[in-house]
């Protein structure tokens, strides 16, 4: 794919810090879906980004197939086997990504892993994913402690380079993430990998406030988030940002498996979850 040149960081605002600012000013939690590139393929992929943000997204994750998704439950995990065995690679996934320009308007974060990233190098992956039309990246298995090297070349490419804070994760550490994080902070909602969970951590709230407390880099909740009762509460406790991954993914999955239309099944749920974020505090 063509790569677009790069002049090195801009002290302009990103996509993703512009959004979240329109958003904070309009009183709006923002709603961030995530869907697996390549399940069951990227045509389909395409049309179902296209579908999330007519349903009312503010934001996509976009997750990258790898092979070995330490981060990721079983919904995603097999997601993901399913995209790799239909054929798609990162190349493919930017390529798709990058003829929906023009069309796709809202931030899309990219997830993926350490590997596939070194593999294609961090500055070639940096560009390429800003030539897609990226606008940032969440890498769940990198440290914060090899955050900086490619926080760096990520924001060279214009790209936010997304940190993930545990409700086990220490204050000291916690408040080091939080400094560190672009564009907003990943708040996973319990110890352990993706998936839907029957109710969310009450010591989640608190966290959300702690991290507020913080600084004002934009608070995201995500793991185990699945209906739109949920999705509220994580507005209820104050976060900037709901992020629904497993259950989505599940929905799309099931829809594919009885012939309906996916990408249209995507956007009725998604539409589902925007009407019960929206409702009166």
């Not at 090297?149 to 545990?166: E, P």
């Not at 352990?192 to 702690?210: A, Q």
């Not at 497993?246 to 099944?265: E, F, K, N, P, T």
Request: net charge neutral; hydrophobic share 50%.
């Amino acid at each position: 794919m063509s790569v677009a040149a790069t002049a090195g960081p801009s002290t302009a605002p990103t996509l993703i810090q512009e959004r979240f600012t329109a958003l904070r000013a309009s009183g709006r939690c923002a709603l961030m879906p995530f869907l697996m590139a390549g399940d069951p393929d990227l045509s389909v992929t395409a049309a179902s980004l296209l579908a999330l943000q007519a349903a009312g997204a503010d934001l996509i994750e976009l997750g990258i197939p790898y092979s070995d998704p330490l981060a990721d439950g079983p919904v995603i995990q097999a997601a993901a086997s399913r995209a790799l065995a239909a054929g798609t690679t990162p190349g493919r996934v930017l390529e798709m990504l990058a003829s929906l320009r023009g069309r796709l308007n809202v931030p899309v974060v990219l997830f993926t892993y350490s590997n596939p990233l070194l593999n294609r190098g961090m500055d070639s992956f940096c560009r390429e994913a800003a030539a897609a039309g990226a606008a940032g990246l969440v890498v769940p298995d990198l440290p914060l402690e090899e955050a900086q090297k490619l926080s760096a070349i990520a924001a060279g490419h214009g790209l936010d380079l997304v940190l993930l804070v545990a409700p086990n994760t220490p204050a000291e550490r916690m408040a080091r993430i939080h400094a560190a994080s672009r564009g907003f902070t990943y708040l996973v909602s319990v110890t352990g990998v993706t998936g839907v969970r029957t109710s969310l951590e009450d010591r989640v709230g608190p966290l959300v406030g702690r991290l507020r407390e913080l600084g004002p880099t934009p608070v995201a909740v995500g793991f185990g988030i699945a209906t739109g009762e949920q999705a509220f509460q994580v507005r209820r406790w104050g976060a900037d940002g709901a992020i629904v991954g497993s259950a989505l993914v599940r929905r799309m999955a099931a829809a594919h498996q009885s012939g309906a239309d996916v990408a249209a099944d995507a956007g009725a749920f998604v539409a589902e979850l925007r009407t019960a974020l929206d409702q009166p505090l």
